[in-house]
């Protein structure tokens, strides 16, 4: 894997701990207050603000769900960085490195989703300094099965470019060969 295809922490030690060991026993220590046995998702709503403040509220979402291979997360663009056209801005391939691993991006699913859909597009810089996807990935570093994912950021508010990437969504999981959870990352 080219160095380039490998999206860096830009919030570690910021919005979550830097060091591995002390973001693995927070993350435990957060799902540790779940209670429900996991079960299968199609799509969930997960905070993205830094863990001191959301982390309880996201592993009580992602504590009760089982992950299946491909993960898309959609997020909103804070930085307003967008090179996409459309708006959709993708991290197409490689992975995501966080304190406790790296989380592979599902190439397939996302080659796929750029030609469905006109408003994604590989934009790496977009992600570069962005924390909505990233303050994610740590929860899927440390919950089995391992998973593949599909970031994106969102630079828009309309419903009308919201209806087209949801119903694209809608037809590419429904005809993939593998289950398919969609994230939407909130403030």
């Known amino acids: 894997m080219d160095a380039s295809e490998i999206r860096f922490p830009a919030v570690a030690g910021h919005f979550y701990p830097g060091d591995a060991g002390e973001l693995g026993e927070m993350i435990e ?39 299946p291979p491909v993960v898309v ?23 995501f490195e966080t304190p406790l691993g790296s989380i592979p991006v599902a190439t397939e699913f996302a080659e796929a989703l750029v030609e469905r859909c006109s408003l994604v597009e590989p934009d790496p810089a977009a992600h570069a300094r962005e924390h ?3 303050v994610e990935i740590p929860f ?5 099965p391992s998973s593949a994912i599909v970031p994106i950021v969102i630079a828009w508010d309309d419903w009308r470019r919201s209806r087209e990437l949801a119903t694209a969504l809608a037809q590419m999981v429904g005809e993939w060969p593998e289950d398919v959870l969609l994230i939407a990352s909130s403030d």
């Open 140 to 144: 899927l570093a440390t919950l089995p």
């Open 132 to 134: 909505a996807v990233e």
């Open 73 to 95: 997360i959609l997020a909103p663009n804070h930085t307003g960085l967008v090179a996409a056209r459309g708006g959709g801005s993708l991290w197409a391939r490689g992975a």
């Open 29 to 67: 220590v957060f799902l540790a207050d779940v209670e429900e046995q996991p079960r299968p998702a199609r799509a969930v709503i997960a905070p993205h603000a830094g863990l001191i403040y959301s982390g309880r509220c996201a592993a009580q979402v992602f504590g009760r769900i089982e992950f």
